[in-house]
């Protein structure tokens, strides 16, 4: 049974003349009667008697009519469901998030989305800037959340967030006790970073780089946690975002040690496959993470 068919019989019914349906429905009247001539060959019954002056239902075109008005009531219903669907909040959204951003600044934002739209269902996959790219373009996750920019064709990358990145180290060590360090006290310290592939240790590789910096040690660990855990052991400096180290500067596990002259910053980016620019999940996350950068 074909949707246009029955849309057309019931125009004719309510009508009663077939010149007036072809203008109703913008067909030509050849077409109306073709609808209808199908309909009765599908249905094995005749549903007009017609005559040069008049269109008259028969009774099985009375049963017709009533189901008919039944099935484009539930086909408009459905229609409505589906747009209300393709434009509401709901289903599963896929997270992809760098740590520092996953761990510290995420939480907050997804505490925010959630209670705005709780039939959204999160998940959130935390790795390093590497990792992350790699899950957006397989696919894996809907939307990425990185630290630092990425150059990806394949991508759609926009910045969303600045972040301060500073040295620390343990709240005993010498250079604490300095107002602010240079560059020359910086030279053959121990270092403690994040693994490769992560985007605060392509951070502290490009502070090393410019600065000419000689490294006594490097300790590497694949977690934020890790890190501050073995600065506030001794166990060296190391770079980590202000969103990081908050809890530690209050407590005094960790301390700053300000570069003369110098700011680190660094940009946040989201990123995403251009088959998700209307997914009105992502299109809802990504509302919020910008909100938050305005405010």
Known sequence: MQYDALKTFITLVEVNNFTKASEILHISQPSVSLHIKNLEQEFHTTLFIRSPKSVQITPTGEILYKRAKQIMAIAEAAQEDILAYHHSIQGTLIIGASFTIGENILPSILSKLQQQFPQLELQVIIGNTDEIIQFTK????DIGLIEGQAHDNELV???????????????????VKQPSITISQLQRQKWVA?????????YLDHLFRTNGLQVHSLLT?????????SVIEGLGLSLLSGSVIERDIRNGDIAIL???????MRTFSYLHSPTMKNKRNVEALIEFITRKNEA
């Open 258 to 264: 300000p570069l003369a002259e110098q700011r680190f």
């Open 157 to 175: 990358i926009q910045p969303f967030m600045q972040d301060e990145l500073f040295i620390v180290s343990a709240s005993n060590h010498p250079l």
């Open 138 to 141: 397989l696919l894996q996750v």
């Open 221 to 229: 660990i694949s977690s934020n946690q890790g890190v501050k855990e």
């Open 194 to 202: 994040r693994e490769v592939g992560s985007g605060t240790r392509n």
